[in-house]
């Protein structure tokens, strides 16, 4: 991936306000047309094992640079990454995707299901709970786990979550509210030729944990 994103990143954290950014839009724009770009060349060879996102584009996936500040202490008008969630609804999908996020110093790569509708988390934590075994398997996978140490863990709820036994031996999983893993990147990585074949490796180990969910919400 052209280091052009990472450079525009790095000065915008420094100068994040309109006039700055209205200055230097024609550096924005290219960035913008760079991921989306990379995005497209990557669905191809996301769909060679997820047919799911073979219609998916760049644009439709990349999302809106602009933060929402209404209710928010921060007025920064500009994320300071740029990110897309690669599924066959783009950005607005609700279901399992795999996320590209580039930030310096901050990128990654993560899959699974973020933030699900409250039926949405039901049900995944029902499909856990009757195949814990299988569950476990897809995060212990020995490839798996060279890129990502099992699910992210952020905003884990501490009380087992009801409608299900405390005494249920893998109760910690279902204490999760996303079921997502995720693996950081350097800066090195991001800007190296062959970044896009990295991705989709990391992606093509990432599916089993989407094939689970997807049969969890829709099977």
């Known amino acids: 991936m052209n280091t052009i994103i990472l450079d525009f990143l790095n000065d915008l954290k420094d100068n994040n306000n309109r006039e700055w950014f209205h200055a230097n839009k024609k550096t924005y724009d290219a960035s913008k047309q760079e991921i989306e770009t990379f ?68 990128s990654m790569l993560a899959g699974g299901v973020y933030m699900p509708e ?44 009801r409608d299900f036994p405390k005494d249920f031996p893998d109760i910690d999983i279902l204490k999760n509210r996303h079921f997502t893993v995720a693996y950081m990147l350097t800066d090195k990585q991001v800007a190296d030729k062959d970044f896009g074949k990295l991705v989709a490796k990391v992606f093509r180990l990432m599916h089993p944990l989407n094939v689970f969910l997807e049969r969890a919400l829709n099977g």
């Open 39 to 106: 995005v497209d060349n990557l669905v191809p060879m996301i769909a060679a094992f997820d047919p799911s996102v073979k219609f998916a584009t760049g644009k439709e996936c990349l999302f809106r640079i602009f933060r929402d500040v209404r209710f928010a202490k921060d007025k920064s008008p500009y994320k300071t990454n740029m990110g897309a969630w690669i599924s066959k609804g783009g950005r607005k999908s609700k279901g399992p995707g795999y996320y590209l996020h580039i930030q310096p110093g901050e």
């Open 118 to 161: 409250p039926d949405q988390l039901k049900k995944i934590r029902q499909e856990i709970y009757y195949n814990a075994a299988e569950f476990k398997a897809i995060l212990g996978h020995k490839d798996a786990k060279k890129y990502f140490d099992g699910l992210s863990e952020w905003d884990k709820q501490k009380l087992p979550p």
